[in-house]
């Protein structure tokens, strides 16, 4: 247990973070009194400390039913955040899936409204995929809505990501606008287009990633995502009529 705690902390984490970090993944998910009483730190120094590491992608909250629960991302995303320590987080991968109990998926809603939020989040929600996963999209090429919000350095990213991990996008389109995408964009990335029928406008960005519908617009920069399996279901089942509709 101290050779985790001295990786964590070679991770950036302080002695309470570890601590904190550890408790919550034994738990499995717990409330943020449960978490405080078994990484033995007072309440309100766990509470801070969760929310400090939920900004830093490490781990996840949810209100349900009148209470907050908490639980740690998977440890694999350890290793796709820190990729200049790589070393380390490949080392404490298998460490942290022997303490982590399972994968907990609590409906939830998150909002994001500014540029560095929206990048993280997509960077995590990137990282966290399984190999060979399929990203269901409609976007709007034409308002350039991802260049108003991610950097080119964010978009290589992006894209480097979806290459590793041989990630398949199909993506709707209003009905006219496929000719204005640059070529040389589509080259970089396995992806296929489709366009509307005519007369549907759409000004934003939709995505469909595992059970997790993503509403995203850039003016100004707003992004929620929510995860609840009958949300994603009915609008995937749009999405499906859709893509079908233009062979």
Not at 130 to 145: A, E, Q, R
Not at 166 to 177: D, M, R
Not at 217 to 231: D, E, F, H, R
């Amino acid at each position: 247990m101290n050779e985790i705690k001295k990786n964590l902390k070679d991770l950036g984490l302080n002695k309470n973070e570890a601590e904190t970090y550890l408790a919550l993944t034994n738990l499995g998910e717990a409330k943020a009194t449960v978490v405080a009483l078994k990484a033995g730190l007072s309440r309100t120094t766990v509470i801070s400390i969760l929310e400090r590491l939920e900004k830093e992608g490490l781990v996840s909250s949810n209100k349900y039913k009148g209470s907050i629960y908490w639980w740690i991302e998977s440890p694999t995303v350890l290793q796709e955040k820190y990729e200049n320590k790589i070393n380390i987080a490949k080392g404490m991968v298998n460490i942290l899936s022997d303490l982590y109990r399972s994968e907990h998926s609590f409906p939830g809603t998150k909002v994001y409204d500014t540029r560095v939020g929206i990048q993280n989040f997509t960077e995590r929600m990137l990282a966290s995929l399984k190999k060979g996963s399929t990203i269901f999209t409609i976007d709007s090429p034409h308002l350039g809505n991802y260049q108003k919000v991610f950097s080119e350095e964010y978009n290589k990213i992006f894209i480097d990501i979806k290459n590793k991990k041989s990630i398949f996008t199909k993506t709707l389109v209003p009905y006219g606008s496929n000719s204005l995408i640059a070529q040389e964009k589509l080259e970089k990335q396995n992806i296929e287009i489709k366009e509307m029928p005519e007369g549907i406008s759409f000004e934003s960005s939709i995505w469909l990633i595992d059970d997790v519908v993503v509403f995203f617009a850039s003016q100004p920069p707003y992004l929620v995502a929510i995860k609840n399996p009958a949300i994603y279901l009915g609008l995937k089942s749009i999405f499906d009529f859709l893509w079908l509709s233009k062979k």
